[in-house]
């Protein structure tokens, strides 16, 4: 009985290890133009602060030089990363982590650039 349910438990850590974690995936069908533009609000508010363009130096507070995302064109190509970091609350790293419908607007905002 005891290996039965050491095996059960073995099994069920790779279901475990994805607790939590959402791909971007496609625009969903119930997204509006409204959360879209109140996502896009957040990442302006939230990511600008170290990764708009106008930010150099220490004001990037570490962000890399290229990830400028004031830039549409650079939000499209790096979206799955940032949603990634967005929705598991690695970014931003300061000023508290993007939850409840701010997180859902961003899902959408991304996951609908054209």
Known sequence: M????????LLCLP????CGDEELGECPDDAT????????????AKCNSCHGSSKTGDARQGAPTNLKYDDPAVVKANREEMWEQTQSGSMPPTGGA?????????RAY???LP
């Open 2 to 9: 005891r290996n039965l349910l050491s095996l059960a438990c």
């Open 15 to 18: 279901l475990l290890a994805g």
């Open 33 to 44: 133009p409204t959360q879209q533009e109140q996502g896009k609000g957040v990442i302006e």
């Open 98 to 106: 993007v939850t409840g419908g701010d997180l859902d607007a961003v």
């Open 110 to 112: 991304l996951a609908c």
